[in-house]
């Protein structure tokens, strides 16, 4: 440590605090690190829940040493004249264990609680006491900070823990139960079966303010609860307000926090999925990252975390676009959009939680409600990729037609009715985004000259796209 008092300092023992603490003593188990947090335990109060394949095995991994709640047959979703089982197995973990867990496996004294940082540099943390803890490295994982630079929506939401007088019956999470009023917003219940008689239930809202209206959620749980019988007794309590970004200048917001020399990570350093504010994901995957790169010199891992978190910006610049969308429209038809993407193939609902990248290929379409699941895919791709001919040649695809390249743009602009479509500045024949660079780039260009003169015939193709024109 030469003569340092450690050689990592983690300020902030939340979500990703907690993490990097854990990769580290997992995989670089010989450097001291000190976690400094101001509340009176790690990861406050609150559960992180998560799909399965949000994870790599690595990630999972890391993971494994929490006691979480585990739901391996997956999970429902509830719309107005529409239900749907899926079988991605859900995760959640509550921070008791997260705290719990941490204290097993770190160091013992690893994590100072009651220790509230007030200055942070390159060389180390001075507390609100005025002690100073130097180190060779120092990570900033204080948590997310509001910021003028970055422009949102919000998700509003208040849970409880509570005891069934009977067993509940419920066997999976209901994670969006959208069948309940419409109030402000995309309005829904998210439920948890935690044990036969014992349920997390939660009112959520995606609205335009960041107003938590405490009594008012309190009193439309207690409705939600009593319609299904689920009135008992309350075990615990939570509530949140996380931003949904919608767009904004990145490179702003990390100017306006940075601190030379200091590396930031979790929702602080922008590590969350624009439109479902969470971080779990983003926060295993930089832990393992800082782990494998504990040797760097603080300033050049902040260096390497800045990059990070502005691939991360660049990569879920599409999730903005779909918030942008979801905002623009009547908040009293913003479960429309949750409906028609529930309707996706289950692959594709799995790539868009984790954040991961999809790309529509539309050239050649099978049938009429191949073109209707198309409809749906257009605003959720961050490539579309306009071929103007059957992906394949050798079987001939008959079926839905479009007259003129225009039909077809407008068939899949509109197919979600009433809400402004992020495909409006598309270009016509090609993707609302510039094509992807690379080998294909030229094909493409040549393929949307020849469309123009093509009778359309639409089909897509996502996973095999993906393989083909690989997301920038
Ligand atoms: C109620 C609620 C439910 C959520 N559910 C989910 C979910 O299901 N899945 C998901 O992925 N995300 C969820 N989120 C989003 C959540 O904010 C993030 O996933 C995650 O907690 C962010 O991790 P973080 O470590 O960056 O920040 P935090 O977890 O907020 O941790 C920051 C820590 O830094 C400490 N700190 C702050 N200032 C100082 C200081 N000056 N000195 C020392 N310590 C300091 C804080 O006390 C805190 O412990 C939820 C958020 C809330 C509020």
Known sequence: MSGRDCDIAIVGAGLAGGLVALALARLRPEIAVQVLESGPAPGGNHRWSWFESDLADEGRRLLD?????????????????????????????????FAEGLRRQLPPATIRTGASAQELDCTGVTLTSGERITARAVIDCRGSAPSQHLASGWQVFMG????????????????MDATVDQLGGYRFAYVLPLGVDELFVEDTYYLDTPQLDRSALSARLDAYCRANGWDGELLGSEAGVLPVTTGGDFAAFQAAQRIDGVAVAGARGGFAHPLTGYTLPFAVETALIIAANADLAGDQLAAMLESRARRHWNATRFYRQLGAMLFAAAPEQRWRVFARFYRLPEGLIERFYAGRDITLIYGAMRDKSVAEIAGILFPLAQHVIVTGRPMSTSRPVPGYKFAKWAVAYQSVCHAVAGFVSIARCARPLLSPWPAPEGPNAAALAGVSARAAAAPWVAVFGVDGACRRWPGR
């Open 65 to 97: 040493g929490f006691r979480m709640m585990q739901w391996d047959s997956g999970y429902e979703v509830r719309f107005p004249g529409f239900a749907r089982s899926l079988g991605t197995p859900y995760r959640s973990l509550a921070s008791q264990d």
């Open 160 to 175: 409880r823990r509570l005891r069934t007088p009977a067993p509940h019956g419920l066997e999976r999470p209901v994670i």
